[in-house]
């Protein structure tokens, strides 16, 4: 209802296309890159991740509204995106965290 008022994609709509047009990319990119070209659109990643490092969950914020990755669909929870990329839990565990601390 909102796109047909304002003529503008929800932001649900704009997060799945900006999150799926990079995750679409040819080439397999790391946690780091593919955290970095997120926040260069305007979106700014949330890792649910424990103390031991493991990941659970991904929530995506943009212009100020937090989605979980779940409520976007499948293929933005985290169990699809760590299959997309090329994650590795040790590698990739202070990325996430010093994201996780720029998030809040």
């Avoid at 070209?37 to 979106?43: C, F, H, N, P, T």
């Avoid at 929870?77 to 998030?103: F, L, P």
Wanted: aromatic share 8%; hydrophobic share 35%.
């Amino acid at each position: 209802e909102m796109m047909e008022k304002t003529n503008l994609p929800s932001f649900k709509v704009a997060m799945q296309v900006i999150i799926g047009e990079i995750l679409e990319s040819k080439n397999q990119m790391s946690t780091s890159e593919f955290i970095s070209k997120l926040e260069a659109r305007g979106v700014n990643v949330i890792l649910n991740q424990a103390s031991t490092g493991y990941v659970s969950g991904i929530s995506y914020c943009y212009q100020g509204m937090v989605m979980k990755g779940a409520k976007l669909g499948n293929g933005f929870k985290w169990s699809s995106i760590k299959n997309t990329i090329n994650y590795e839990q040790e590698r990739d565990r202070q990325r996430i965290h010093e994201t996780n601390v720029r998030s809040e």
